[in-house]
């Protein structure tokens, strides 16, 4: 092997067929679920009756009684229509408008892909969701082939239990992730213009992926800073300084928008100081004073989840971190590790109150985290044992993350 072609993994599939597999592994392991509720995909909107009145949806859809629902039940009610301002509007009534309003692009894209025509809605959220599993498939592809990555490394990505939650959820985090890799890959390939415009993007998806932007734009400034005086100097840093524009606007008019209703309180509740949140709920897991089921053994079995869930991607996030200062003198994966890092900060002051308070909320949350770090991970090999435990790691959770779901959805309705 030539010096130019060591550590270049090899390409072993197109990666337009590397997200068809994604796409019909995800899709076989939402079928049980489709099945078992006559393939109604209003099932994964998780709709609930203390916001959801079933007598006054235009479409009928699954309503769980005595239920605050999940997320999913915002976003179908914004695809419905995405910038009506009633409250309640289509038997669907918002806890928090602005917050909810914040991540609009998912629900306008069912909106555009149903036509405006409420009973596909549910499919449109569904189906968006699976086809963008692909496209991350296929940008992580792409990614591990222009940064040098392991061969592995798109399929410890694919392995992240957040994707099959949310699938079976029909909340954001795939649509977000997708753009935030294509914004990336723009980004490597010095496409800036596009750059800007699908991290945009994904900010109007999932505001947290303005972090990873944020810091590739403070690595472009810094970068800028040190160069000589010239006319060109600042042109990648303002020309990736796009992508941060559009969501303050967007969160300027949401607030005038609703301005006759109180201030949301969600960020009080879901953040506090760095590391509080997970250390509470170690504790309480470990204690049992945190029962997440009245069933005796299956309560076992989820905190047995939560803390190997934790236990794992803590894990995760130290080998990461411990790579961060060699990544960060790489031109190819400086700016990388920079957006890993402010994403990082965020993600250490979650509260237990907030996105640790469930056994799967979590990895949600960490989404950005977790995909960015493997791509920040991956500029130096891993030894094989520890390669090893990582994918091990990541099957295990997501198969775990899968079976509750299968017990949510498929034994419980």
Request: hydrophobic content about 55%.
């Amino acid at each position: 092997m030539s010096p130019r072609t060591a550590g270049v993994p090899r390409r072993r599939c197109a990666p337009w067929v590397f997200a068809l597999v994604t796409i019909a592994a995800y899709g076989l392991l939402a079928l049980p679920i489709l099945a078992r509720h006559v393939f109604d995909s209003s099932v994964f909107i998780v709709a609930g009756d203390r916001f959801v009145d079933a007598g006054r949806l235009v479409s009928p859809i699954i309503v769980q009684p005595h239920s605050d629902g999940y997320d999913g039940q915002f976003y179908y009610r914004m695809a419905l229509a995405p910038l009506d301002q009633d409250q309640p509007a289509f038997g669907i009534r918002f806890d928090r408008p602005v917050s909810r309003m914040r991540r609009i692009l998912y629900p306008v894209l069912a909106w555009g892909a149903s036509l405006g025509r409420a009973q596909l809605v549910p499919a449109a959220l569904f189906l968006l969701n699976l086809f963008g599993l692909g496209a991350v498939g296929m940008s992580t592809l792409r990614l591990a082939v222009r940064l040098r990555l392991p061969e592995w490394t798109p399929f410890a990505i694919m392995l992240w239990p957040g994707f099959i939650i949310a699938l079976t959820h029909d909340t954001a985090e795939i649509i977000s992730a997708a753009l935030l890799l294509w914004a990336v890959d723009s980004y490597l390939a010095k496409r800036l213009l596009c750059f800007g415009v699908l991290g945009a993007l994904a900010t109007l998806t999932r505001e947290t992926s303005i972090l990873v932007l944020g810091g590739i734009v403070c690595f472009e400034i810094a970068g800028a800073a040190r160069q000589a005086p010239g006319a060109g100097r600042w042109r990648r840093a303002l020309l990736c300084g796009l992508s941060l524009i559009p969501l303050p606007l967007w969160w300027a008019v949401l607030h005038l928008a609703w301005s006759q209703l109180p201030r949301d309180a969600d960020v009080a509740h879901d953040l506090g100081l760095p590391l509080l949140g997970v250390a509470t709920m170690l504790r309480d897991t470990l204690t049992g004073v945190r029962q997440l089921s009245p069933i005796p053994g299956l309560d076992i079995g989820l905190r047995a989840f939560a803390l190997g869930g934790a236990a794992w991607l803590l894990g995760f996030i130290a080998f990461v971190v411990m790579r961060t200062p060699a990544a960060l003198r790489r031109p190819a994966t400086g700016a990388l590790a920079a957006g890993w890092l402010a994403v990082l900060a965020l993600m250490s002051t979650l509260t237990a109150r907030g996105p640790w308070v469930e056994p799967t909320a979590y990895f949600r949350a960490f989404t950005e985290c977790y995909i960015v770090g493997y791509l920040v991970l991956g500029h130096q090999r891993a030894p094989r044992l520890l390669a090893g435990i990582m994918l091990i790691g990541g099957a295990v959770a997501s198969i775990g993350a899968w079976g509750l779901s299968f017990l949510q959805f498929g034994l419980g309705g």
